[in-house]
């Protein structure tokens, strides 16, 4: 994730849930995803302490789901500390999200396609809430950022593949999304003006594409277009990310505009058959 972007939001504690609660719902459950979302943010690794104070959690509850998820091997004792860090068994999660992903399968392709042509950067986005979360990747032949990897999250307001994918919801949800986003600038140039962030989104929703230069990482332009299900409600976005050192805004919507938008449109059509099939 991007060194300037702000930390993840952990989950809405449980005590401003407790009114919605059904009788069963396992609140013993919810504790061992608080102490693993504790690792969404900045700290690889954690001491009891740490733990306990980011889940929200007393010590003696941290100790007993922490004890749990080492012996069951997602959390790992760093060796010569009092630290916690989560092991690769974790990623059989991810593994297996992306594996069923009809998504993922439809587009990889085409990202691969565009990634071959152009040369550059290529990523399948979808929107989690308030957030876009980056489900396939395929790096192009220059220099990437590294920060950048499968499961990455950033605030959809503040990106082009978010952008592109609110243009195609309903005002409702819009505006439900805004109220999420903390509208806190990630760098000097992200926008956050309210009035603005909606304008965009009904420019992006009259070309078909959205363009964002440095607004979520510094020397990055994005292009991206939505991808929608049969019924035009959007499911993802194609995404084009290049540097400023080596682009322009003008040359981007000249040159990879077209290729987010035919890809876009290609799944979405991919999709559509596979579902009446």
Known sequence: MPKNAPAPVSPTPARDRKADRSTLFIGSTEKTFQVLHTFDGPNRHMTLGD???????????????????????????????????????????????IR??????????????????VGETTNLLELDGHEIVFVARFPGKH????????????????????????SRLPANRIKEILAQTRLEPMTPFTQTNTNKLMERIRQVARRGY???????????????????????????????????????????????AQHVQVAATSISKSRLQSLRG
């Open 51 to 97: 733990i306990a104070r980011a889940s929200g959690l007393d010590r003696s509850a941290t100790q007993r789901v922490v004890h749990t998820l080492e012996e069951l091997g997602y959390l790992q004792r760093i060796a010569d500390t009092r630290n916690y860090g989560l092991t690769s068994k974790v990623l059989q999660f991810s593994y297996n999200y």
């Open 143 to 166: 220099l990437v950022n590294i920060d950048i990897v499968v499961g990455a999250r950033l605030p959809a307001l503040f990106t082009a593949s978010g952008i592109a994918i609110l």
């Open 100 to 117: 069923a992903n009809e998504l993922v399968d439809k587009a990889s392709p085409y990202l691969l396609d565009i990634s071959r042509h």
């Open 210 to 256: 959205a363009v964002i230069e440095n607004e979520t990482v510094l020397g990055d332009i994005s292009v991206a277009a939505p991808v929608t299900d049969h019924g035009g409600i959007p499911i993802g976005a194609i995404n084009i990310s290049v540097p400023t050192s080596r682009w322009t805004v003008e040359r981007v919507e000249s040159e990879l």
